[in-house]
Structures are given as structure tokens and as C-alpha cells.
Nanobody, 123 residues
Framework: QEQLMESGGGAAQSGDSLTLSCISSGRAFSGYGAGWFRQAPGKGREFVAG???????TEYSESVKRRFTISRTDANIIYLQMNSLKPEDTAVYYC?????????????????WGQGIQVTVSS
């Protein structure tokens, strides 16, 4: 069964950096784009960043642009480098596999999701 698992979350101070990793089982990302979403307490799930299968195309939400970087090194792992963290970045972060071409920020374009990992940023 294909699965995605996030790691690298935790607690950070404002201005710190964290790197999230999303590891797939059985090369679940092979041939697919991927994305990161997040959900803050009391809010809906929001798009953070997306990357194409080749890694040549990326997209970011305005709130994280120029601070976060999505990347992939092979068919199994997707990364989210988060710099200059702010308290408003506090959320549960989810990685996902994009199986439908189209807007990166549409969660319905993703078919496989990780369970999520907490990132907490204090001021």
C-alpha cells in the first residue's frame, strides 16, 4: 500500500529554519507532482507549495514565497525548506501526491496524503 510520511517538524523560534521531509513508500511519487499543505488551528487546509515531477516547475502561496523552498531529489522524497519562520506558520503540515494536472493549490488534484506533522513557531 502506498503511503506518505512526513518528518522534521517540531518547535521553533521566530526567525528559525526547519526542513520537512516527505518520504513515500514504493516510489509513490514516481511520475507525479507533489505539494505541501497546512492547516492551522480553527482554519481550513491551505496550499503552501507545489512541485512538478521533473522539479522544474514550482509554485508557492504568497504567504511563504521567498521564505520556503520545495524540492525533490528523487522519486521518493519531497522536501520543504522553511526559513524565517513566523508564528503564523504554526500548523499541521501535510505532503501530498498530485495525480491530476491543474492548479497546484487545488487539494482535489491530489490523491495521496500523509498524516501530517506539527510545526509550532513561537515569538
Amino acid at each position: 500500500q502506498e503511503q506518505l510520511m512526513e518528518s522534521g517538524g517540531g518547535a521553533a523560534q521566530s526567525g528559525d529554519s526547519l526542513t520537512l521531509s516527505c518520504i513515500s513508500s514504493g516510489r509513490a511519487f514516481s511520475g507525479y507532482g507533489a505539494g505541501w499543505f497546512r492547516q492551522a488551528p480553527g482554519k481550513g487546509r491551505e496550499f503552501v507549495a507545489g512541485i512538478s515531477w521533473t522539479g522544474k516547475s514550482t509554485e508557492y502561496s504568497e504567504s511563504v514565497k521567498r521564505r520556503f523552498t520545495i524540492s525533490r531529489t528523487d522519486a521518493n522524497i519531497i522536501y520543504l525548506q522553511m526559513n524565517s519562520l513566523k508564528p503564523e506558520d504554526t500548523a499541521v503540515y501535510y505532503c501530498a501526491r498530485r495525480n491530476i494536472r491543474g492548479r497546484y493549490d487545488q487539494s482535489t488534484n491530489y490523491d495521496l496524503w500523509g498524516q501530517g506533522i506539527q510545526v509550532t513557531v513561537s515569538s
